[in-house]
């Protein structure tokens, strides 16, 4: 593989360990993450495994995470 970048088929991050949330459901509503040996993050749509990853940069999702937390994004929901 030559270059990693966003949209990538997911099948194409080889040796990457996907994992998922504890939080997902039965039916595949779940997005998971992987860590790269770049040390940027993956993300694709569980039920769509083969699919487009989306790569974030540690600090990118360190951003994201922190306003998850601080429920910046809650209103999505409402």
Same mark, same amino acid.
């Given at each position: 593989?030559?270059? +990693?970048?966003? %949209?990538?088929?997911?099948?194409?991050?080889?040796?990457?360990?996907?994992?998922?949330?504890?939080?997902?459901?039965?039916?595949?509503?779940?997005?998971?993450?992987?860590?790269? @040996?770049?040390?940027?993050?993956?993300?694709?749509?569980?039920?769509?495994?083969? %699919?487009?990853?989306?790569?974030? @940069?540690?600090?990118? +999702?360190?951003? &994201?995470? *922190?306003?998850?937390?601080?429920?910046? &994004?809650?209103?999505?929901? *409402?």
């Amino acid at each position: 593989m030559d270059e +990693i970048r966003n %949209g990538i088929p997911a099948r194409l991050l080889d040796g990457v360990s996907w994992r998922k949330s504890r939080q997902s459901g039965a039916v595949g509503n779940c997005v998971e993450v992987a860590k790269l @040996t770049s040390g940027d993050i993956a993300l694709r749509n569980s039920r769509y495994p083969d %699919g487009p990853a989306l790569i974030y @940069t540690r600090a990118e +999702i360190a951003a &994201f995470l *922190s306003g998850a937390k601080d429920g910046e &994004f809650d209103y999505v929901l *409402s």
